[in-house]
């Protein structure tokens, strides 16, 4: 059990206003589901906050990434996440010399959980390659 808002940031689906770096990072590892609210009444003392019971159950294989590397990229994303990832991750994946490898004329917000994932195994790969060649 935690606070509503917070529960709702974890289970955030994209193109929701809670949907962020929260939400990618537990959903790549766990499949969640809102179980119910809690209201302020059934404490004593009552909170002022609403509060939920999250399910989070441990996906059988998760994708297996660099959790470094997928929290970075997540939170360049996420930097300003009501521009386009063109100004943000955009800059950071010409910087990994992966530039051409996703489609930045979105916004953080509007890319699925599947779709950071994915970037971060390509990301992961070029490195090891990038370093395998020096």
Same mark, same amino acid.
């Given at each position: 059990?935690?606070?509503?808002?917070?529960?709702?940031?974890?289970?955030?689906?994209?193109?929701?206003?809670?949907?962020?770096? #929260?939400?990618?990072? #537990?959903?790549?590892?766990?499949?969640?589901? *809102?179980?119910?609210?809690?209201?302020?009444?059934?404490?004593?003392?009552?909170?002022?906050?609403?509060?939920?019971? +999250?399910?989070?159950?441990? %996906?059988?294989?998760?994708?297996?990434?660099?959790?470094? #590397?997928?929290?970075?990229?997540? !939170?360049?994303?996420?930097?300003?996440?009501? *521009?386009?990832?063109?100004?943000?991750?955009?800059?950071?994946?010409?910087? *990994?010399?992966?530039? $051409?490898?996703?489609?930045? !004329?979105? %916004?953080? $917000? $509007?890319?699925?959980?599947?779709?950071?994932?994915?970037?971060? !195994?390509? +990301? !992961?790969?070029?490195?090891?390659?990038?370093?395998?060649?020096?």
């Amino acid at each position: 059990m935690l606070q509503k808002e917070v529960v709702d940031r974890m289970v955030a689906r994209p193109a929701t206003a809670a949907y962020g770096r #929260l939400s990618v990072m #537990l959903q790549w590892r766990y499949a969640m589901d *809102k179980v119910m609210i809690v209201p302020p009444e059934s404490f004593d003392p009552p909170p002022r906050v609403d509060s939920a019971v +999250v399910r989070m159950v441990p %996906r059988p294989d998760p994708v297996a990434l660099n959790e470094h #590397l997928l929290s970075q990229l997540v !939170q360049v994303a996420f930097s300003q996440r009501r *521009k386009l990832l063109r100004h943000t991750l955009g800059r950071w994946l010409d910087a *990994k010399n992966c530039g $051409e490898l996703f489609d930045v !004329q979105r %916004r953080a $917000e $509007e890319v699925p959980v599947d779709d950071y994932l994915a970037l971060a !195994q390509v +990301v !992961q790969t070029a490195q090891v390659l990038g370093e395998k060649k020096a």
